[in-house]
């Protein structure tokens, strides 16, 4: 039998784990119009997908030279958790997907721990993933830094060139790159449209795939 290609697979959870993203753009939208930033929710997933809210609040200031408030990223969090407990859904596949991986998995998210385990806990599939959850709040530089990744594969005990990262935004994609890694782009959640793809391909992704169950045979076939 030909040996694992990989000793890890590091899980982005927004958009890849959960098909959370058109409903934190809406949030993130309707937020941002309380502070007269009007940034509309498709523009706010082609912006800030994959950013943790302390990088965003730096790039619509760096945009409009709006400074959003203190609480800000707390009111955010709290909209999210709302939305999330009537609408949330695991992205399509993945508990059937996640019962073919016959390696160590974790989760490398922008979003803050406490964000990701109530995610992954109300999709049902926290126990795939914890203890070994790494958010962006543990490194000091998030996605596109390689930080998160790097921080994720030194705690797993894992070399870099050994991990696989599954990301679905260009920020994490590169972040990814940036550590060393191999990185599958993930292009299958409800916020990926026509493009969404190709756009993975252009910043760096190895494989991009639109459907989840199929990732168990791509690491199986994968060459690197």
């Known amino acids: 039998m030909a040996p694992e290609p990989f000793d890890l697979i590091i899980f982005d959870c927004d958009g890849v784990l959960v098909d959370s993203e058109l409903l934190a753009s809406h949030v993130l939208s309707e937020q941002l119009a309380l502070h007269n930033v009007d940034i509309p929710p498709r523009e706010c997933r082609d912006r800030f997908t994959g950013s943790s809210l302390k990088r965003v609040k730096e790039l619509v200031f760096q945009a409009t030279a709006i400074e959003l408030p203190d609480n800000f990223e707390e009111r955010i969090r709290e909209q999210d958790r709302h939305v999330f407990e009537d609408r949330l859904r695991p992205v399509s596949g993945i508990e059937e997907t996640m019962e073919l991986l016959h390696m160590p998995v974790c989760v490398a998210s922008s979003g803050s721990l406490d964000k990701v385990t109530h995610s992954l806990k109300l999709a049902q599939i926290y126990d795939k993933f914890a203890p070994h959850l790494f958010s962006a709040e543990m490194v000091a530089r998030g996605k596109p830094a390689p930080d998160l990744f790097l921080y994720a594969a ?15 935004s260009p920020v994490g994609v590169k972040g990814a790159k940036k550590a060393g890694m191999t990185v599958f782009g993930f292009a299958g959640g409800s916020h990926a449209g026509p493009g969404y793809a190709e ?26």
């Open 154 to 168: 030194e705690k797993m005990n894992v070399k870099p060139e050994r991990c696989l990262v599954i990301e679905d």
């Open 199 to 224: 756009m993975l391909d252009l910043s760096g992704a190895n494989i991009t795939f639109r459907e989840m169950f199929a990732l168990p045979n791509l690491i199986k076939f994968y060459q690197r």
